[in-house]
């Protein structure tokens, strides 16, 4: 992407500015100016439906919108910022910005310890500027990798993110675009990553225009949000070209190191070089030119490992997947929830699955779907998943959006964190979640059409009758419902049982980062045992001499066990059973001495972990 080619308004400097605009649908453009000074410049198009035009004394902070045909005013597709929100005029931003990170270039992505967030509500003024504030607090935590929840336009000042409308500009509420490289920047320099999140398989309904430019979207598939994206049908080159640039866009002029890709199963794509394949190498070759470690991680509810295969393996290339099926085996345990999508998990032996494979779901029947489920994912490495207890969706989208705080006690809290922050794969945090956050949060936003408000309650409504939850939904409209989810830590000190929580989940972290075993992501150097009846699992990790036994319950009374624990002299390095860590007592004791196996007494929902050299 150059500045010669790229789309929207590039202010070129000294008072020019380029404009170009895919609009095949129209017969006529022109670009409206309207501040500093009110003018109308004709546009030149060309045979694939592009208009451009370079124009002078223009400056960053002039205001224009598009008129096409000499009628209609919208404003710019590609806007860079939307001063005025999604239904007002675009402005002309200025690139150049003072980057501080001129050493960074990025991390290894199995050396992530992923962070997500919402700006709006991680701090209490819901800003860029706030949220660097708390940086030094998630290094001091152990986080690596800062991933946040959509910053593309959204209607009003609040929103998940995922109504999105403009995806090239930076949410004015949050402090628009200056706003957010100031906080890439800053993570930069505390040696984060920055993961963002972006959108394209749909577009919010508030203040998207795009249908009046050209074929966007396509009449031949429908998802849950409405119309699907053009990436297969006639003009889905100039589409793909579109969200190609906005990924390449936040890559090269804003340092971000990595994208998630939202719900790439409502990317409905039949072509022979799918639209995934194509954003994979386009981005990881703008990595190669860089110089730098960009990655794609996505998010799918298919289970199909394609997605992460190379091209020469027929898959798309991606780096990374949410795996849904490790939150699912684990929240069930956890909960002991069976509704909704939960009726297919609930058995240690599928937590075993997950930990040696990835996916659960590899083609077996599933009760919920009704049909047979996923691919297997066996031969994919450990570093392209991506684990949690909670996130955005598996909270935001429970009716009450009730965190596992809310749910399940500090015990299982524990455990929890020790079953994600120890596994081999690529760790996700949830705001708050390290200290037991208690502040709901559900889904909210800002639309000004009435209709529209309507329809998003209702809709909501409707998606949890599978889960048959209790109580009031609480209307996303009202600005109560995301007051509610600001997080607390910056407005109340923490009780002792959040700090305790707190500090266990740095030291999972510490422990994580520092021994060979539990930093090695691998497949091939884990084993897993399972005593279903009795609710143990226990994980067997090395990486050259250096070995770690981790010992997991999901049960609500002791059992007392044997177990095949390899020979050697193990030394206790974790117990969530002691005192220390808000426990009733252990009986395990400081060294575990094993001919090939051991007797054990573990604690209700308890974790321990042991250390120990090869025998040679």
Request: net charge negative; glycine share 10%; aromatic share 12%.
């Amino acid at each position: 992407m150059t500045v010669e080619t790229a789309l929207g308004a590039t202010y070129l400097g000294g008072g020019s500015c380029r404009f170009l605009v895919w609009a095949p649908l129209a017969q006529r453009m022109e670009v409206h100016i309207i501040a500093p000074q009110e003018r109308l410049l004709p546009m030149h198009g060309d045979s694939r439906g592009y208009y451009h035009c370079t124009a002078e004394a223009i400056e960053p902070g002039s205001s224009y919108v598009y008129r096409i045909d000499g009628g209609k005013e919208r404003p710019d597709p590609a806007s860079r910022f939307q001063a005025a929100g999604v239904h007002g005029p675009s402005v002309v931003v200025d690139r150049r910005f003072a980057w501080q990170d001129a050493g960074w270039s990025g991390l290894p992505l199995q050396k992530y310890v992923i962070y997500e967030l919402h700006l709006g509500t991680f701090t209490s003024e819901g800003t860029f500027d706030a949220a660097i504030r708390c940086l030094d607090r998630l290094v001091e935590l152990g986080i690596t990798a800062v991933e946040l929840m959509p910053v593309a336009q959204f209607p009003g000042n609040r929103n998940w993110g995922y109504d999105g409308a403009y995806p090239f500009a930076v949410q004015q509420s949050y402090g628009g675009p200056q706003g957010f490289k100031a906080f890439i920047d800053a993570c930069h320099q505390k040696g984060m990553a920055v993961v963002l999140d972006v959108v394209y398989n749909h577009l919010g309904p508030e203040g998207n225009y795009l249908a009046d430019y050209g074929p966007y979207f396509s009449d031949r598939y429908k998802t849950p949000w409405g119309a699907a994206l053009n990436f297969d049908g006639p003009g889905s080159d100039e589409v793909r070209r579109f969200f190609v640039e906005n990924a390449l866009y936040w890559i090269t002029e804003f340092h971000v190191d990595s994208l998630r890709l939202d719900a790439l199963h409502a990317i409905l794509d039949t072509s022979a070089y799918p639209f995934l394949q194509e954003l994979a190498e386009s981005v990881h070759g703008e990595a190669t030119r860089l110089g730098r470690l960009v990655y794609l991680i996505g998010e799918s509810d298919l289970n199909d490992p394609r997605l992460l295969r190379t091209p020469e393996r027929g898959g798309c290339g991606l780096d990374a997947l949410w795996n849904d099926d490790f939150h699912h085996c684990l929240h069930s345990l956890l909960t002991g929830e069976k509704v909704g999508y939960y009726r297919d998990f609930g058995q240690v032996s599928q937590l075993a699955k997950s930990l040696e494979e990835g996916f659960v779901y590899s083609g077996q029947y599933s009760e919920y779907r009704r049909r047979r489920h996923g691919a297997s994912s066996a031969d994919i490495p450990a570093r392209c998943f991506v684990v949690f207890a909670q996130n955005h969706d598996q909270v935001g989208n429970r009716m009450l959006g009730d965190r596992l705080s809310q749910l399940v006690g500090f015990d299982k809290l524990k455990l929890a964190a020790a079953t994600v922050l120890l596994s081999p794969f690529i760790p996700l945090i949830f705001m708050g979640e390290e200290y037991g956050e208690e502040a709901p949060f559900p889904y909210f936003v800002s639309h000004s059409d009435p209709d529209l408000i309507e329809a998003t309650l209702r809709g909501r409504s409707e998606e949890f009758a599978a889960f048959q939850w209790q109580g009031d939904l609480p209307d996303p409209q009202d600005e109560a419902t995301f007051l509610a989810a600001k997080l607390t830590h910056d407005r109340q000190e923490m009780s002792s049982q959040q700090r305790t929580l707190a500090s266990w989940y740095r030291e999972l972290l510490r422990l994580r980062r520092e021994m060979p075993p539990l930093s090695h992501l691998s497949k091939e150097a884990v084993m897993v045992l399972v005593q279903e009846e009795s609710g143990v699992l226990l994980v067997h990790r090395w990486n050259g001499e250096a070995q770690a036994i981790a010992m997991f319950h999901f049960a609500n009374e002791s059992v007392s066990t044997t177990l095949p624990v390899p020979r050697g002299t193990w030394t206790k390095q974790l117990d969530s059973a002691e005192g220390i860590w808000g426990g009733t007592g252990s009986h395990l004791g400081g060294v575990l001495v094993s001919e090939g196996e051991a007797e054990v007494t573990l604690e209700p929902w308890s974790f321990a972990l042991f250390t120990a050299a090869k025998e040679t």
